[in-house]
């Protein structure tokens, strides 16, 4: 029965003269997204309104659930289109629609019209009384409830009439590439994907950055980040995953730093190559996913210790939330399963058996001075020999 669907949006219809703009964005995502579906649609914007239009036969769950992947979605109505052919041609399609749609006629509805073509000949108190009437014609067993009814039949009268009554919800926010680009700092845990979501979701392009340490870590653990980035990515959209030999690096902080600076002084020097890379990359900021008080690294003074070696602001969208928010989260955007495959990442690995909890950024600094022979030429190497793999 359906051959379109309305794609409504929230804060872009709060744009000014820019509207356009977010307009445009949110068709391209929507058009990329439906790519991926058993089909062919046209996606098109029409006086305020987006509509996705097969012109091929088409999977209808697989076309939901790509555009419950697309950010600056509210709503998903599948809708009936149809010409305008008078008002007894629409009664007759009212009805049919509501006979397909509901089986059972024991419900209560309203019919709520709306005129965007002022000369159409009915105005739309009219359109709702005669469209009530017909439908309690043709079925008695229905009733009206104009205040909480169980049915919203919606009738849209523009250059062509939209008949809907379902809204299936989407993820909100706002269109990728709208809010700039960022850099993420992938890992292979629950924290990074969740976060890496949560930034795209306001509409930034998203990179991403993943620390190896072979033969410390093995293939298994950067394939799985590889596929965690995957599943971000169909949300955020194609990205790049830069991954970065760390072992070097790690293997001169483990012999010449204080073994309980280590994750501090490891984070301080991963921050440095991620905001390098972000800076050649066009990025405005990094994101990670940490979460205060979760490990000993992500206390208040460890998190000021990482912090003091960016130029970049850092995002933590996860920041506030305690870790079954994390996890409830990771599941609902699918990435749960990956990230707790049994893989060590390079993080694990070179853990302290007791880091410090309350680092002091003086102690650390004049620690790292210890690989004042070596690191700059490390931190070269490092980001010269980044492997970039294009995620789709």
């Not at 919800?169 to 890992?187: E, H, N, W």
């Amino acid at each position: 029965m359906y051959k379109a669907f309305l794609i409504k949006y929230g804060e872009i219809g709060v744009k000014g003269k820019n509207r356009y703009l977010f307009e445009d964005a949110l068709v391209r995502q929507i058009r990329y997204a439906l790519k991926e579906v058993d089909g062919e649609f046209n996606v098109t914007k029409e006086n305020g309104r987006i509509y996705a239009t097969a012109v091929s036969d088409f999977d209808y769950d697989e076309a939901v659930a790509a555009l419950k992947r697309v950010f600056g979605i509210i709503g998903i109505c599948p809708v009936v289109q149809i010409e305008d052919n008078g008002f007894d041609d629409l009664a007759k399609h009212v009805v049919e629609y509501f006979d397909a749609t509901y089986p059972d006629k024991n419900i209560t509805f309203k019919v709520n019209a709306r005129r965007a073509r002022k000369n159409y000949p009915m105005d739309s108190m009219e359109i709702n009384m005669e469209l009530g009437g017909r439908l309690l014609d043709a079925f008695p067993e229905l009733k009206v409830d104009v205040h909480k009814p169980e049915v919203l039949l919606q009738v849209e009268i523009r250059n062509k009439i939209n008949i809907y009554s379902v809204e299936i919800p989407g993820p909100g926010g706002m269109p990728i590439g709208t809010a700039g680009k960022a850099m993420l700092l992938l890992s292979g845990g629950i924290d990074s994907p969740v976060a890496g979501y949560m930034i795209a979701k306001r509409g930034v392009q998203i990179e991403a950055t993943y620390f190896h340490a072979p033969p410390y870590t093995s293939d298994r653990a950067k394939q799985k980040v590889v596929d965690l980035a995957k599943l971000v990515s169909r949300y955020s959209g194609p990205m790049v995953l830069n991954v970065v030999n760390f072992t070097d690096i790690q293997l001169a902080i483990y012999e010449k730093c204080p073994h309980d600076e280590l994750t501090i002084i490891m984070r301080r020097y991963m921050m440095r190559i991620a905001e390098e890379l972000g800076k050649k990359s066009g990025c405005l900021g990094l994101i990670t996913g940490e979460s205060i008080g979760q490990v000993a690294s992500q206390t208040m003074q460890s998190l000021y210790c990482t912090n003091e070696v960016c130029e970049m602001p850092v995002f933590r969208p996860v920041i506030g939330f305690d870790k079954q928010e994390i996890i409830d989260l990771s599941e609902k955007i699918g990435t749960y399963e990956t990230s707790i495959q049994p893989f060590e990442d390079c993080c694990t690995i070179f853990v302290a058996k007791h880091p410090v909890t309350k680092p002091n950024l003086n102690i650390i600094k004049n620690d790292e001075k210890h690989l004042d022979d070596c690191i700059e030429e490390m931190l070269k190497t490092a980001i010269d020999t980044v492997e970039r793999i294009e995620i789709k």
